[in-house]
T-cell receptor, first 114, second 115 residues
Framework: DTAVSQTPKYLVTQMGNDKSIKCEQN?????MYWYKQDSKKFLKIMFS???????INETVPNRFSPKSPDKAHLNLHINSLELGDSAVYFC?????????????FGAGTRLSVL | QQQVKQSPQSLIVQKGGISIINCAYE??????FPWYQQFPGKGPALLIA?????SEKKEGRFTISFNKSAKQFSLHIMDSQPGDSATYFC??????????????FGKGTHLIIQP
């Protein structure tokens, strides 16, 4: 049973469209994140969300907005898609394993904007 | 400004050899330093992590060495195997597991283990 699942796995769309990526975790974690991995594989934090508190990386355009309908879900909405938004987007959640908190990643959503 | 610098960008090691990847950080507020392994088409998965109060942590064939004064840490993979071929990311954060700000990643090292 997948701990952090994202849908869709692949998303191809035209410039200017609005799209959403869904993320669900079944680990009972309180904190979830969205990361962006660019074509050079560089991973960068976009958002973290904990108990309705949203922390936004200041470099993220306001066309990107996370929405959390409940503790197990953190969806990513993207408005007016641009070519530069093409990337792999990863959802992650953070929880405790032993004495440490660990971040678990989903398998990613590859977004291609044409 | 890149807060975590990782080298080398790519690395080729013979099977059975030692793979060494280095990272340096700038923010002294970081107190959690994980290494993640990523296979093609998959998400990153935690390999091993260290806190700055210890200088070394070993789990199986994987060892993190940590030098707080130099603000550097490294991953050593002993007896490297073809199955270790992947992209490795070092990361840092304030707070265990990423904290409220998430993980700050290095740019990754593409490791190839030749049989």
């Amino acid at each position: 049973d997948t701990a952090v699942s994202q849908t869709p796995k692949y998303l191809v769309t035209q410039m200017g469209n609005d799209k959403s990526i869904k993320c669900e975790q079944n680990l009972g974690h309180d904190t979830m994140y969205w990361y962006k991995q660019d074509s050079k594989k560089f991973l960068k934090i976009m958002f973290s969300y904990n108990n309705k508190e949203l922390i936004i990386n200041e470099t993220v355009p306001n066309r990107f907005s996370p929405k959390s309908p409940d503790k197990a879900h953190l969806n990513l909405h993207i408005n007016s898609l641009e070519l530069g938004d093409s990337a792999v987007y990863f959802c992650a959640s953070r929880g405790t394993s032993g004495m440490e908190n660990i971040q678990y990643f989903g398998a990613g959503t590859r977004l291609s904007v044409l | 400004q890149q807060q975590v610098k990782q080298s080398p960008q790519s690395l080729i090691v013979q099977k059975g050899g030692i793979s060494i990847i280095n990272c340096a950080y700038e923010n002294t507020a970081f107190d959690y330093f994980p290494w993640y392994q990523q296979f093609p088409g998959k998400g990153p998965a935690l390999l091993i992590a260290i806190r700055p109060d210890v200088s070394e942590k070993k789990e199986g064939r994987f060892t993190i060495s940590f030098n707080k004064s130099a603000k550097q840490f490294s991953l050593h993979i002993m007896d490297s195997q073809p199955g270790d071929s992947a992209t490795y990311f070092c990361a840092a954060s304030k707070g265990s597991g990423g904290g409220a700000d998430g993980l700050t990643f290095g740019k990754g090292t593409h490791l190839i283990i030749q049989p």
